[in-house]
């Protein structure tokens, strides 16, 4: 085996057999979806027969989170639900959850993509793997587990939550891999403070960092502050989970695994495929699955695909980092505003420290931002008095990025509420409700 590759031959596959193999699994695929009710009527033979090449594709109907929803739990199910073996949900960031359906071989290939990413990312048989995603419902502790099981690592099931026993446990085992939320990692680093233990004299290597949108700010911060490199992973459970799309050592975009997915990227207002190269929202089909495949599926994470070749030699395209949500957008005082615009105008000012909450109100019909956030403890006397020069830095960041002035308010270092999961950034209280 090449020792850059999990598996050569797929990885680098040409182009004209990558969609040959993908046109093949697709036509399988549509299939086996037929058997599910939500597509009976979808899917019927003179419609599949009519799909003769990945070009036919935009003529199949795209679906969301809320036909998920509506035909909640098994219209998706293409199988009896005796024959499937695990249920996952999604984490229900914008609402109810929704459930996905596993088949042993659904779980197998998942497991597959999960090795093939880490390995692609340096992780091999001697690494002791630290997996602090929740295990359970939400995909990202299993998907991983199993994918490292499979790699041949030493897997440290930790789950979230209890940093101090984190570190313990990176410390006594000689951790080297760690899967973290990122907005999680910062915080976490402020326990490796308050324990004095610099995380530089650890054996960490490299942290997989996804599960939320997160600048590339944020990932630089991780990677200074553990000495670590940190690589992008995108999933959803929809997809499976983790293993959807990952960096390579490039670390420039995330290589989405076409042989096992077809991805598009759509116009969201119109739903028209766009060209290679526009930014869009991320459409994905799956290829591979038997228990409950889903075509064309609307994940409103936006992001684009990067054109030219990976000089990795990898031939599976890459997607660049997700730029947030479509149902994410904030329309502030007319302007389209994405959480993660605020984070990178944020990040460039020194000295801010580890978390972060956007508040959005109404003040005498007027939207207004709100930034609260923490102030670096290097830099933190015991007061907030006299840092204004660091709040007007804020200020003038976040302006110049969006063009609208926001009300900062500087809190103290870990004051504010700090998620082992997924960070709930947006606090909208013109609707008071709540996302992430
Ligand atoms: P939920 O939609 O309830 O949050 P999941 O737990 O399946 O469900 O989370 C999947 C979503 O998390 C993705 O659609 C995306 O919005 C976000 N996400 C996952 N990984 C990343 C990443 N690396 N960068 C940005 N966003 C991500
Ligand atoms: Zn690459």
Redo the contacts with the bound molecule.
Sequence with gaps: MDTAFWEKDIETIDRGALETLQLERLKRTLQIAARAPYYRSILTPEKIASIRSLRDLPSLPMVD?KDLRENFPYGFLACDPKDSVRMHS?????GT??VVFHSQNDLDHWTNLTARSMYMAGMRKSDVFQNMMGYGL???GLGFHYGAERLGALVLPTSAGNSKRQIWFMQTFGTTFVHIVPSYALRLFSVFQEMRVDPHDLALKSFF??????SEALRLQVQDLYGVRAY???????MA??GI?FECGEQNG?HLWEDEYIMEIIDPATGEVLPDGECGELVLTTLCRDAMPLIRYR???LSRIIPEPCPCGRTHRRVE??R??SD?MLIIGGVNVFPLQIECAMMTVPDIGNNYVIEIRNEDYLDRIYIKVEVNPRCFTGSLEGMDDMKNRIVNAVRTELGITPKVVLMEPNSLPASEG?AKRVVDLRRNDYK?
Excluded: Q, V, W
């Design positions: 989170k999604s984490s229900g960031t914008t959850p929704t939400f995909t990202g960092i996804g599960a939320e949108p997160h992008n992973s995108y999933g959803l459970s929809e989970g983790p799309a995330m994940t409103h994470d980092r997700m947030g949500r994410d997924k992430s």
